[in-house]
Nanobody, 116 residues
Framework: QVQLVESGGGLVQLGGSLTLSCTASGFFIGSYAMSWYRQAAGKERELVASILDIGGTTDYADSVKGRFTISRDNDRNMVYLQMDSLEPEDSAVYYC?????????WGRGTQVTVSS
């Protein structure tokens, strides 16, 4: 059974850092692209960062480029999102996502709140 479990969220001050973790089970992350999304209150869910299975190519939303870094540890079957220089606008629930055989799988999310 495919499962994604996010952790590492919390309350941080403006300019601070957090590292989110996504623990995957039921499949091998090394065979699939992995992504982080976020959804702020009253807004639509948006793609934050993704990392491909082959070559590890990464891509970021313009709003987080230069501040966030996505990475993967295939041995641990985990995906990470390092978030630096956090801003209040980064406050949201962050979700880990993958797609297997055209079916998307989501974790339950972890809350990130940035105070000013």
């Amino acid at each position: 059974q495919v499962q994604l479990v996010e952790s590492g969220g919390g309350l941080v001050q403006l300019g601070g850092s957090l590292t989110l973790s996504c623990t995957a089970s039921g499949f091998f992350i090394g065979s699939y692209a992995m992504s982080w999304y976020r959804q702020a209150a009253g807004k639509e869910r948006e793609l934050v960062a993704s990392i491909l299975d082959i070559g590890g190519t990464t891509d970021y939303a313009d709003s987080v480029k230069g501040r966030f870094t996505i990475s993967r540890d295939n041995d641990r079957n985990m995906v990470y999102l390092q978030m630096d220089s956090l801003e209040p606008e980064d406050s949201a629930v962050y979700y880990c996502r993958t797609k297997i055989l055209l079916k998307p799988y989501w974790g339950r999310g972890t809350q990130v709140t940035v105070s000013s």
